[in-house]
Antibody, heavy 127, light 107 residues
Framework: QVQLQESGPGLVKPSGTLSLTCAVSGGSISTSNWWSWVRQTPGKGLEWIGE???????NYNPSLKSRVTVSVDKSKNQFSLRLSSVTAADTAVYYC????????????????????WGQGTTVTVSS | EIVLTQSPATLSLSPGERATLSCRAS??????LAWYQQKPGQAPRLLISDASNRTTGIPARFSGSGSGTDFTLTISSLEPEDFAVYYCQHRTNWPITFGQGTRLEIK
């Protein structure tokens, strides 16, 4: 059973860079899934940040694209998030998730949902 | 960006009652829609994928329906552990977006 675990600093200074890692256990990151970052704030609810495939292909939320980098390290079976030039508005609980699509002859392409989530890590932006 | 609008914002019901939660998309998402349950201090949990496919281990009282722009999550008979916040989410194009949530509270 695949499990995800976020790690990284819980406090980041304004204008600094937020860096988080998501360790994948119980399975390989090199599967037909997208590995995503989602954050949650009381004000904006759940917000998708971006995702990466094991090949290195990425997709980002346009609202954050200029500041976000998601990368993968297959040798360590983990993926990472970097968010630069942070402000108090980036204070949130950050989750990593597994997402993806499936295919079979009867259903065609179907959506699997974000079926695995990390426990979440709280990041506060403050001096 | 596809906007998902959930209604109602808050639903007050009693255990044993039927709950009907709505999610409307600003444009078609075909069936690339999922439903999640979130309890305080926990990560969201996937209930329904592809609009109507119940995730393994999710009780049969949970069901999803719809396609295109209108979707429904139904809980046939509420159990005490079902009182939580529910979100819909699409994966039709980028950015992936979530609805603002429906809080299901005990009446």
């Amino acid at each position: 059973q695949v499990q995800l675990q976020e790690s990284g600093p819980g406090l980041v200074k304004p204008s600094g860079t937020l860096s988080l890692t998501c360790a994948v256990s119980g399975g390989s990151i090199s599967t037909s899934n997208w590995w995503s970052w989602v954050r949650q704030t009381p004000g904006k609810g759940l917000e998708w940040i971006g995702e990466i495939y094991h090949s290195g292909n990425t997709n980002y939320n346009p609202s954050l694209k200029s500041r976000v980098t998601v990368s993968v390290d297959k040798s360590k079976n983990q993926f990472s998030l970097r968010l630069s030039s942070v402000t108090a508005a980036d204070t949130a609980v950050y989750y990593c998730t597994r997402d993806g699509l499936g295919f079979n002859k009867d259903r065609g392409v179907y959506y699997n949902g974000m079926d695995v989530w990390g426990q979440g890590t709280t990041v506060t932006v403050s001096s | 960006e596809i906007v998902l609008t959930q209604s109602p914002a808050t639903l007050s019901l009693s255990p044993g009652e039927r709950a009907t939660l709505s999610c409307r998309a600003s444009q078609s998402v075909t069936t690339f829609l999922a439903w999640y349950q979130q309890k305080p201090g926990q990560a969201p949990r996937l209930l329904i994928s592809d609009a109507s496919n119940r995730t393994t281990g999710i009780p049969a009282r949970f069901s999803g329906s719809g396609s295109g722009t209108d979707f429904t999550l139904t809980i046939s008979s509420l159990e005490p552990e079902d009182f939580a916040v529910y979100y819909c989410q699409h994966r039709t194009n980028w950015p992936i977006t979530f609805g603002q949530g429906t809080r299901l509270e005990i009446k």
